[in-house]
């Protein structure tokens, strides 16, 4: 099976800062990546698919990079609503894993 | 309005079963694959298991294989997950999410979950 490993797992920042979320794969995953938020008891939201494509009305403020091994997921101007958990996905193959998850709190 | 909304969580005793449902509405059913996800409480995303639209492959997650089943009724446009021999660790918010090839199979839309809790 494929394993995730995302970096930090804990982030402190404050509105208007720049932050960055690591997420490797154990092994190449092409591009085959994508990126989640979460709010406390709710569902998570799509972000980023194919590790660097925006989906569809996420903000622009929100991007994705990287191929094979190593991705990250990058907040230009943290706003307000932006506290929240960041999960990595691979689609690969199966089974699908997520990250363990980065919880983004306000420093 | 494209949504997902599950039912059929509840409390089970150990060694029970459940099934829980994921209607969909707003979208052709037949043209998307369907994943459930779960989230123990306090815990990560878990993917359990997944099925294809066009070919019906069907993919388990481990931890859940010989006793979970995966299935969909095209005729009411709804997904199921069928879980027996429950255990206190299949407790969890379950999500049903749609996959979707205009999104490189990744997980556009999510049902609001449903709780599973295993107890005696």
């Known amino acids: 099976d494929i394993q995730l490993t995302q970096s930090p797992s804990f982030l402190s920042a404050s509105v208007g800062d720049r932050v960055t979320i690591t997420c490797r794969a154990s092994?190449?995953?092409?591009?085959?990546l994508a990126w989640y938020q979460q709010k406390p008891e709710k569902a998570p939201r799509l972000l980023i698919y194919?590790?660097?494509t925006l989906q569809s009305g996420v903000p622009s403020r929100f991007s994705g990079s990287g191929s094979g091994t190593e991705f990250t997921l990058t907040i230009s101007s943290l706003q307000p609503e932006d506290f929240a958990t960041y999960s990595c996905q691979h689609l690969h193959s199966y089974p699908i894993t997520f990250g363990q998850g980065t919880r983004l709190d306000i420093k | 309005e494209v949504q997902l909304v599950e039912s059929g969580g509840g409390l089970v005793q150990p060694g029970g079963s459940l099934r829980l449902s994921c209607a969909a509405s707003g979208f052709t059913f037949t043209s998307y694959n369907f994943n459930w996800v779960r989230q123990a409480p306090g815990k990560g995303l878990q993917w359990v298991s997944h099925?294809?639209?066009?070919?019906?492959?069907?993919y388990y997650a481990d931890s859940v294989k010989g006793r979970f089943t995966i299935s969909r009724d095209t005729a009411k446009n709804s997904l199921y997950l069928q879980m027996n021999s429950l255990r206190d660790e299949d407790t969890a918010v379950y999500y049903c999410?749609?996959?979707?090839?205009?999104?490189?199979?990744?997980?556009?839309?999510w049902g609001q979950g449903t709780m599973v809790t295993v107890s005696s």
């Open positions: 999410a749609r996959a979707s090839r205009g999104t490189g199979d990744a997980f556009d839309i």
């Open positions: 092994q190449g995953i092409n591009n085959y």
């Open positions: 194919s590790a660097s």
């Open positions: 099925i294809t639209s066009s070919t019906g492959a069907i």
